[in-house]
């Protein structure tokens, strides 16, 4: 892949003039620089924004998140998913407070040995906030890039990504100010013009003249990308096991998906009735009501749960499990969002009693 210079000019000037002004950009600090672009692997700047906002609050400097309470933390990254982006950031918060004097490291390379910290987010942090010429490619650069220059590889495979991020680097300007635009510029491009999933608007872009896809007329169906696997589809029973005022939780083991959130307990595959009283009997626990709940579905990036509820009223308080008030399901315990359905179900029967 081959870059050449030209766009480096319109590009900026571009983003000069219509860049969006995102907190993140108004206080480009390397601490917020550095949420930011965490917050956003996976989640849509709108839907980010107050995530962003509420969690700078809490913890506005490193300091506060390498000292974060854990539960604190979760529950202000509940509903952003991907829940290990929260833990990595808390546990690279405590290595910048032993290891690095409190301040994010100012080169790429350092930045890349912190916990949830890859070529992009280093990349990203080094180039906005300090200013170095160090790319920052992703799948929205990639796109761009891909139709820029007509390249018709599959943008997933691992030497696309470096050949982009040494042709970037090639032609990546040196002074800080315009090394901390031209990241920028990229990212905007890719998210406001050069769009993914439908034709790019090419009218509005400033690099019109200069894209190879365009004058092709291939940009649309650029980037290539092999297929993906199907997801895996799993069928799992929610308990929602009721005593009083309260609701059960458990916590999900150390390792694997979710892990460490808290959760509703849960069966593998769909039970019946019959089968949700056995098994909780055979736990010492006292049904004296079940009743089916509703059903849900949540689709993971490589796997969807199947979920079907049933409500139960307990004899005792269930031992071996947390209990939760709705008040506290709301402000102490991080329920990730696969469990969306049944925490509905179960605020409904809290809140009528
Ligand atoms: Fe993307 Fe069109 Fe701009 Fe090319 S001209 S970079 S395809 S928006």
């Given at each position: 892949?081959?870059?050449?210079?030209?766009?480096?000019?319109?590009?900026?000037?571009?983003?000069?003039?219509?860049?969006?002004?995102?907190?993140?950009?108004?206080?480009?600090?390397?601490?917020?620089?550095?949420?930011?672009?965490?917050?956003?692997?996976?989640?849509?700047?709108?839907?980010?924004?107050?995530?962003?906002?509420?969690?700078?609050?809490?913890?506005?400097?490193?300091?506060?998140?390498?000292?974060?309470?854990?539960?604190?933390?979760?529950?202000?990254?509940?509903?952003?998913?991907?829940?290990?982006?929260?833990?990595?950031?808390?546990?690279?918060?405590?290595?910048?407070?032993?290891?690095?004097?409190?301040?994010?490291?100012?080169?790429?390379?350092?930045?890349?040995?912190?916990?949830?910290?890859?070529?992009?987010?280093?990349?990203?942090?080094?180039?906005?906030?300090?200013?170095?010429?160090?790319?920052?490619?992703?799948g929205?650069?990639l796109?761009?890039?891909?139709?820029?220059?007509?390249?018709?590889?599959d943008v997933l495979r691992e030497?696309v990504k470096?050949?982009?991020?040494?042709?970037?680097?090639?032609?990546?300007?040196?002074?800080?100010?315009?090394?901390?635009?031209?990241?920028?510029?990229?990212?905007?491009?890719?998210?406001?013009?050069?769009?993914?999933?439908?034709?790019?608007?090419?009218?509005?872009?400033?690099?019109?003249?200069?894209?190879?896809?365009?004058?092709?007329?291939?940009?649309?169906?650029?980037p290539t990308r092999a297929?993906k696997?199907?997801?895996?589809?799993?069928?799992?029973?929610?308990?929602?096991?009721?005593?009083?005022?309260?609701?059960?939780?458990?916590?999900?083991?150390?390792?694997?998906?979710?892990?460490?959130?808290?959760?509703?307990?849960?069966?593998?595959?769909?039970?019946?009735?019959?089968?949700?009283?056995?098994?909780?009997?055979?736990?010492?626990?006292?049904?004296?009501?079940?009743?089916?709940?509703?059903?849900?579905?949540?689709?993971?990036?490589?796997?969807?749960?199947?979920?079907?509820?049933?409500?139960?009223?307990?004899?005792?308080?269930?031992?071996?499990?947390?209990?939760?008030?709705?008040?506290?399901?709301?402000?102490?315990?991080?329920?990730?969002?696969?469990?969306?359905?049944?925490?509905?179900?179960?605020?409904?029967?809290?809140?009528?009693?």
């Amino acid at each position: 892949m081959k870059l050449t210079p030209e766009i480096v000019s319109p590009l900026l000037d571009w983003y000069r003039r219509y860049g969006r002004p995102l907190p993140w950009r108004e206080s480009a600090t390397p601490y917020h620089v550095w949420i930011s672009e965490i917050m956003l692997q996976q989640t849509r700047i709108e839907a980010a924004l107050p995530y962003y906002r509420r969690f700078l609050e809490a913890f506005p400097t490193v300091a506060d998140l390498a000292g974060a309470d854990d539960d604190r933390l979760m529950k202000l990254w509940e509903g952003l998913g991907y829940y290990s982006r929260a833990r990595n950031l808390k546990k690279a918060a405590e290595r910048v407070m032993s290891d690095f004097g409190g301040s994010l490291p100012r080169s790429a390379e350092a930045l890349r040995t912190l916990p949830g910290i890859g070529d992009y987010t280093a990349g990203a942090i080094a180039s906005i906030a300090y200013g170095l010429p160090a790319p920052a490619v992703d799948g929205n650069v990639l796109r761009v890039l891909s139709r820029l220059t007509a390249d018709e590889r599959d943008v997933l495979r691992e030497g696309v990504k470096r050949e982009a991020t040494a042709a970037l680097r090639e032609i990546y300007p040196t002074s800080p100010e315009d090394a901390a635009a031209m990241t920028q510029a990229l990212m905007e491009l890719g998210e406001v013009v050069c769009i993914p999933n439908g034709a790019p608007h090419c009218d509005a872009c400033p690099l019109r003249t200069l894209c190879e896809g365009r004058r092709l007329g291939i940009a649309e169906r650029l980037p290539t990308r092999a297929k993906k696997p199907e997801r895996t589809k799993e069928k799992r029973t929610v308990l929602l096991l009721f005593h009083g005022r309260t609701v059960a939780l458990s916590r999900r083991g150390e390792d694997g998906l979710l892990s460490g959130m808290w959760e509703f307990p849960s069966r593998d595959g769909h039970l019946t009735e019959s089968e949700v009283e056995a098994a909780l009997r055979a736990e010492g626990l006292t049904p004296v009501a079940i009743a089916s709940g509703p059903r849900g579905k949540h689709v993971f990036s490589h796997r969807e749960w199947h979920l079907t509820t049933y409500l139960v009223t307990l004899a005792s308080p269930p031992v071996g499990y947390v209990t939760a008030t709705v008040e506290e399901l709301a402000d102490t315990y991080a329920l990730p969002s696969a469990f969306r359905v049944p925490l509905a179900a179960v605020r409904e029967r809290l809140e009528a009693l």
